[in-house]
Structures are given as C-alpha cells and as structure tokens.
C-alpha cells in the first residue's frame, strides 16, 4: 500500500501475535504493505501461526520470534534478531497481555507480579530495546495496546488494572524521552472485543446484555475494529501523534 497510510519497505513487530489480537494486528500492518514479525511463547503454536500467515503475503514478508518479554537479556536478543535476520525495527506493537480473575483479598502476590511482569513490564523492555535503534535512525513508531481498564476498573482484575492504567503513564513517560528523536508512542485501548477467548462472555447471557447496554454502539467490537487506528498510528499520517491513548470501545468510557 502506498500513499499517506502505506507501510511498503517497514518491519513491524507485533507482541503475542500467534493468535488473537495480536495477529489480527500484524496481519492487518502486513495488508498495509509491512514486513512482519510475530512474536509469541509458544514455539510450536508461532511457527503454525507464521507459516499459515505467510501463505497470504509473497515469499520474506512474514516471520517470527519466540522470546520471553519479561526478561531483560531475552528481549534485548530478540529485538536484535530482528534487526540482524528482517531488518531494523520500525514499528513496534506491544501487544503481549495475559489476565487473572480473583479478588484482591486472595490475590496471590506471585499471580500479581505475573501479570504486572507481562502487562507493563514487558512492555518497557521489549520498547526500550526497539527505541535504541529508532534513536539512532531518528524515527520510529511504538503502540502499545491497553484497554478500557486502562480507565475503568472491575472487580477481580485488579492486577490487570493497574498494568493498563501504567501502560498508559509508561507511553507518556516514552514519549516525553523520545519524541524529540523522531518517534511517535502512543496506546490503543480496545474495549471489550469479540474473539475466541472472549466468546465465554459473549454466551454469557446477563454479562452480554450488560456490555451492550453499557456500551453506546451496542455492540461488541471486532478485531477488525483495532486493524485502521494501528495502521494509522503506524504510518507518516500519524507524525505529530505522539503520547495519546486512543480508545476505541463503541463509546463506553464516554458515559456512565
């Protein structure tokens, strides 16, 4: 794709992007003209994963990584990898997130530290290692997925909680050591979206009834909702975006 929101000639790596989300993400940064890199823990499921979607795209458009992002040494080899075997990193999308349900009186310190580790943690390694080549090149984009709990809070997800309102701080805090070398970091925070991990709740009669009563557009969102604001903030269009958290959630955290 060429023009203001093409990405022809860019590497783009897309955390947790075996399945879900994320590889909606990467393959919708793929369609925009972008060489790809999913990333994910699982070995055996990531290669499944890049093979079927290296199918879709001509021959060296997509790979993969495995690595563990919530370690400094693995995320600082990984990053290089990219660098070394695709190319240098332009787009990041820190994408990598797991959850927890229990409440906060029976919470596991071990459960909170996990998901913060995963959550936020991950994000400041693996996006630090991206930044010191974007520094050096004088431009770079980061995106970091949050959530509408990045906002709004629910019983039971406290850590889930606090790693997305810190997402949000964290690209702030990116931005504000960044921005002057050219990069632009900014959040996407999705609401609740319909997907095979989610579709528990969507069959949850009382639970589906709430999210469209409380969400203006009622509706859930769709992956397909998250593809255009990520390649937007991708791309040149987005050149004097820089900080912002922009959510995407058919209007819910706008009413009460």
Request: with cysteine.
């Amino acid at each position: 794709m060429s023009g203001l929101f093409g990405l022809d000639g860019r590497v783009a790596m897309v955390t947790g992007s075996s399945r879900g989300i994320g590889n909606a993400l990467a393959r919708g940064l793929a369609d925009a003209g972008a060489t790809v890199v999913l990333h994910g823990a699982n070995p055996e499921r990531l290669a499944a994963s890049a093979a079927e979607m290296a199918a879709d795209f001509p021959a060296g458009r997509i790979h993969s990584c495995a690595f563990d992002i919530t370690d400094a040494a693995a995320a600082a080899d990984g990053v290089r990898w990219v660098g070394e075997n695709v190319g240098e990193l332009e787009i990041l999308v820190n994408n990598a997130g797991i959850q927890h349900r229990v409440p906060m009186l029976d919470l596991d310190v071990k459960d909170w530290d996990r998901v913060l580790a995963t959550d936020l943690t991950s994000a400041f390694l693996v996006g630090r290692e991206a930044a010191r080549s974007m520094i050096d090149r004088g431009r770079g984009k980061i995106i970091n997925i949050c959530s509408v709990q990045t906002d709004l809070a629910r019983p039971t997800i406290a850590p889930y909680i606090a790693a997305k309102g810190g997402l949000r701080n964290l690209t702030r805090a990116m931005t504000a050591e960044w921005a002057a070398s050219g990069l632009q970091i900014n959040g996407i925070a999705p609401g609740y979206i319909h997907t095979e991990m989610t579709q528990n709740l969507v069959d949850d009669v009382d639970f589906n009834s709430w999210i469209l009563g409380r969400t203006p557009a009622r509706r859930w969102g769709t992956v397909a909702d998250l593809i255009g604001p990520v390649v937007w903030l991708a791309s040149d269009a987005s050149n004097f975006v820089n900080g912002q958290t922009i959510f995407v959630d058919g209007g819910m955290t706008v009413v009460v």
